[in-house]
């Protein structure tokens, strides 16, 4: 991110400050993420790769709550989706659902909308632009575990999720790229090569990703 420098040793005029304050804006919209609502879980958004879940995964999720999650990420990219557990009650995805939509605010568009418990969805879903809006409601019900995902740029096509184990791939050597936002309760990254390539390693528990490579 830039910085915006202010002269220092003469009276700065209103026109300067106004400036430096459109700058600071626009400097920090570029990569704006925010989450709201009160059914919002565990998340971690990063500027370019993280991680969110509905309120109280793995458990089931409370009802009537709603959150919304708005995702950016540097202009010129795009963003795609890998789902660890998608497990919403099915009430014909009228009040139960998850949906990700292009772009944030009124303009948006939707991309899938999702509900219906176990469901298996292998392919990576994809964005049209640098911004997704994702939508979570409940209304009553008894059963589901909610959902967990991560998201990454489009360039990261190995993006894995947290709940993925090093038993998941047969070949002897791969590379991964580990998303923001994969912790335990702990706040420690977790797991060895026989049950899981979550290492503790600083790099994972920062915004700044990774790509881990194991030898088997």
């Known amino acids: 991110m830039g910085r915006a420098v202010m002269v220092v040793g003469r009276e700065t005029t209103g ?16 990569n704006c993420r925010a989450q709201k609502g009160d059914g919002c879980g565990p998340s971690l958004l990063g500027p370019t790769s993280g991680t969110l879940s509905s309120l109280g995964y793995p458990r089931t999720y409370p009802n009537n709550s709603v959150c919304e999650w708005e995702i950016s990420v540097p202009r010129g990219n795009r963003i795609h989706f890998r ?17 990700l939509y292009n ?37 009553t019900h008894h059963t589901g575990h909610g959902f967990y995902l991560s998201y990454s740029t489009t360039e990261h096509t190995d993006l894995i999720t947290c709940l993925d184990k090093g038993t998941d791939f047969p070949e002897a050597e791969f590379s991964k790229y580990c998303p923001a936002g994969c912790l335990t309760s702990g706040k420690e990254i977790s797991g060895t090569i026989p049950n899981g390539y979550r290492e503790v390693r600083t790099v994972l528990l920062s915004e700044v990703l990774s790509v881990t490579v194991f030898r088997m």
């Open 15 to 30: 026109a300067e400050v106004l400036l430096v304050l459109s700058i600071l804006i626009v400097l920090t919209a570029e």
């Open 83 to 99: 789902f660890a557990e998608l497990d919403i009650e099915n009430r014909n995805c009228q009040v139960n659902y998850l949906r």
């Open 103 to 139: 772009g944030i605010g009124p303009e948006r568009s939707e991309i899938v909308k999702y509900c219906g418990l176990n469901l298996k969805v292998e392919e990576l879903i994809n964005s049209t632009g640098n911004q997704v809006t994702v939508q979570f409601m409940s209304g």
